[in-house]
């Protein structure tokens, strides 16, 4: 049972700290994820700690472009796993896109870990965890190179949540279209990205949600027209004058 207060200020962050401990506790989540935090939450404050606009706006266009999909996966970590479970798995039945578990401190005691919280949020396949269907990434070096070929290797778009910018680079060259959430926009993540949205996923990915749901009443056409008027360089931008007004208007307080 939770200690903290509902009516504490940072009541919903120190909730998420909360959920990253016990997924840390029950194995999900490495040490540096708990550091990954901590980074991530200094920019939900500058962002103002909502999901402004912009972000609206490319979670409507992960939305459009996860729905024109032919083979959409999202990759989950540790971080993930201990954030949104039920979220993800919702997401993942919405837009027929497959699962995948993908590690940069891997080992098969987490992965086994991250598939069981998974399964119990309503999962039934999830991909990664076979070695016999692994395939590589070419230009990454580390343990994320190695993918499932049934799932990231193959796939035309890739959601990957809290995610490192060389993998992302990895798979942008392998001519995939990643989404990410990124709470940074100047991060190589953000810059390297699709479409990223510059949000909390815990806030984000219920919006995502909603979006796909709503969206998918609508024709290719109509989607298609969403994707293609969204250029993730301005979409940054703005997300960097978000900050700056932000900031601007602290120290006009101050």
């Given at each position: 049972m939770s200690l903290i207060p509902?009516?504490?200020?940072?009541?919903?962050?120190l909730f998420i700290r909360e959920k990253l401990v016990h997924g840390f506790d029950k194995g999900l989540v490495a040490k540096e994820g708990l550091l990954a935090q901590g980074r991530g939450e200094a920019f939900d404050y500058l962002l103002g700690e909502k999901t402004g606009k912009n972000a609206k706006n490319a979670i409507k266009v992960a939305a459009a472009q996860l729905l024109l999909a032919k083979m959409p996966v999202i990759s989950v970590n540790g971080n993930v796993a201990a954030l949104c479970p039920k979220e993800i798995v919702k997401l993942s039945k919405q837009t027929k896109a497959k699962l995948e578990v993908n590690l940069f401190y891997t080992n098969e005691k987490r992965k086994?870990?991250?598939?069981?919280?998974?399964?119990?949020?309503g999962a039934s396949e999830i991909l990664g965890i076979n070695p016999r269907d692994s395939a590589k990434l070419s230009g990454i070096d580390s343990a994320r190179r190695i993918v499932d070929k049934n799932g990231i290797f193959s796939a035309d778009v890739v959601v990957v949540p809290l995610e490192d910018g060389d993998r992302t680079m990895a798979l942008r060259n392998a001519g995939k279209l990643v989404i990410t959430f990124d709470l940074n926009p100047l991060s190589r993540t953000s810059q390297t990205a699709s479409i990223t949205i510059v949000d909390n996923v815990t806030r984000?990915?219920?919006v995502?949600?909603?979006e796909t749901k709503k969206l998918s009443r609508k024709n290719k056409k109509e989607?298609?027209?969403?994707?293609?008027?969204?250029?993730?360089?301005k979409n940054l931008s703005e997300n960097i004058i978000q900050i700056k007004d932000n900031l601007t208007r602290r120290a006009k307080i101050a």
């Open positions: 509902k009516s504490h200020p940072r009541a919903k962050s086994k870990a991250i598939v069981s919280t998974l399964k119990k949020n984000a990915i219920h995502l949600i909603d989607l298609k027209n969403i994707v293609k008027n969204f250029d993730n360089k």
